[in-house]
């Protein structure tokens, strides 16, 4: 049986302003309006002998990425947390040595949360014959059939045929020139390099510490040094920090003698640019794609996507325009390889756009942040039934609270009371405090803070029912 394995690490700068370093594009609803991409990652894994999936997701992201499983009756899913990144070799091993502990020796089915695959019988039938071929020791790679001469993919030639569907792996190229790729495309040989694989748990980790064994020592350490926290199981910081930074193409598929491809012809897209996503994207006779409150006039194969407000386009071409809460992207299609460079630029002006948007998920709900000023800050909060906030502490801020709708229960010192539609209640400076939804529809209210300093580091957690309490002042996450 397969144990699907699914990376659900990185950040997704080139999809700026909509993904961002707490909620990246693989969290998301890029493509299909219904669902995120790891939900459709999930999802497409349906008719298939397997396992249900293992998520590797960083630390940060931990309760964004429980809250989608939970949507989709994963609640007791596995989630890997690692507590920074160290690259798609680690995290794999991570998967594999914890499938090994626990007594199995899976083929691994290694996905990446946010792909695009269109044809999903053809994706199928790709995986069955890469499981002959895995079975057989092989440490499988998907290369997927070229539809024009990419220059921002790797690139896998063919060499030998292996059984009915496959291949040896000749080798692994980096990203070409133009008039490489059009080479590699002409001559029939060459694949784009996926990022997805197929393997024995054991086979990788022995091919792992014949190439790198410095990675599964690190890993051996780190998974040895793990905690279970609900549904998450949190590898030993320490020892993971002293792993090496490698992926799985260096560090063991570019040394293996075994490395085998099938060919994957599904309509596959990695949705790494705007660019790409107008690519897949539905368009009108125009050629544009228009998400949300759009009016054009004259506007000719361009991406515009509106959040929260009208937005309006004459006579342009070729753009992109993406409009959130805090921002929006002007951006031409034959640059948005470089929307990174904004970010980068936001990084280095310390400013939060490139982290968080306005509205921030935590697992007891949601809170937007709909305005600011000089000793004051304004959120809208939405508490999830049965929720409960951190009992807590501020030291340079008091909190007033007025509901909007449902009910809260409030601990305010050493009372503990109801407020509900219409009614407010004050928690001054230094005054440990909870909030609690115990209704069964969602809790809304308006926080208004006041004090002299307002950042989300100034609390002191005493409780948290969602294994937050740490013995020093944390982020508000």
């Known amino acids: 049986m397969l144990l699907p394995v699914i990376m659900a690490g990185g950040s997704g700068s080139r999809l700026w302003p909509l993904s961002r370093q707490l909620n990246p594009k693989q969290f998301l ?3 299909d309006q219904n669902q995120s991409m790891l939900q459709a990652t999930i999802e497409r894994l349906q008719g298939l ?3 249900a999936p293992r998520l590797i997701c960083n630390e940060q992201h931990r309760f964004l990425a429980a809250e989608q499983l939970r949507q989709i009756g994963l609640e007791q899913a596995n989630i890997l947390l690692e507590p920074m990144g160290r690259n798609t070799a680690p995290a794999i091993a991570l998967a594999a040595l914890q499938a090994i502990e626990e007594g199995q020796n899976p ?4 996905l990446a949360a946010d792909h695009l695959i269109q044809d999903v019988p053809a994706f199928h039938a790709s995986i069955e014959a890469a499981m002959v071929l895995a079975t057989a020791g092989k440490l499988v790679t998907f290369g997927i059939v070229p539809a024009y001469p990419e220059t921002g993919y790797g690139y896998i030639q063919k060499g030998e045929v292996l059984g009915s569907e496959g291949f040896k792996v000749n080798r692994f190229v980096e990203k070409p020139d133009l008039s490489t790729a059009q080479h590699y ?4 040989d060459y694949f784009w390099n996926s990022g997805m694989f197929m393997f024995r748990a054991s086979r990788y980790l022995a ?5 790198q064994p410095d990675i599964l020592k690190a890993c051996q350490q780190a998974l040895a ?7 998450f199981t949190r590898i030993d910081a320490k020892a993971f920090s002293e792993c090496p930074d490698d992926s799985i193409d260096y560090a063991v598929m570019e040394k293996t003698a ?3 491809m099938v060919p994957l012809d599904a309509g596959w897209s990695d949705i790494g640019s705007w660019s790409a996503l107008w690519d897949v994207s539905e368009k009108d006779i125009n050629g544009n794609v228009l998400k949300g409150d759009v009016l054009q006039h004259g506007t000719r194969h361009s991406y515009v996507h509106a959040e929260h407000r009208l937005v309006t386009t004459v006579g342009v071409e070729d753009l992109v325009i993406v409009e959130t809460k805090d921002a929006v992207l002007v951006a031409h299609k034959s640059h948005v390889q470089d929307v990174k ?3 980068e630029q936001l990084k280095q002006d310390q400013r939060h756009e490139h982290a968080n948007h306005r509205e921030v998920y935590r697992p007891w709900g949601v809170y937007d942040s709909i305005d600011s000023g000089h000793r004051y800050q304004v959120k809208r909060i939405t508490v999830k039934p049965g929720a409960k906030l951190s009992v807590q502490m501020h030291h340079h801020r008091a909190e007033h609270w007025i509901v909007v709708s449902g009910t809260a229960s409030v601990t305010n010192g050493d009372k503990t009371y109801l407020v509900t539609e219409n009614q407010s209640t004050y928690i001054p400076i230094g005054q440990v405090h909870a909030l609690e939804n115990p209704g069964v529809i969602p809790l809304e209210l308006i926080e208004v803070q006041s004090g002299t300093y307002l950042g989300e580091d100034d609390i002191v957690r005493f409780e948290d029912k969602y294994g937050r309490v740490k013995p020093k002042k944390v982020k508000h996450d």
């Open 29 to 31: 609803p890029m493509v």
């Open 49 to 51: 002998d397997a396992q």
């Open 107 to 110: 083929l691994l089915l290694v």
């Open 185 to 188: 495309v002409a001559s029939g």
């Open 207 to 211: 091919e792992l510490e014949a190439f």
């Open 225 to 231: 040094g793990a905690e279970q926290d609900l549904y």
């Open 258 to 260: 075994d490395a085998a």
């Open 341 to 343: 460079k904004i970010v």
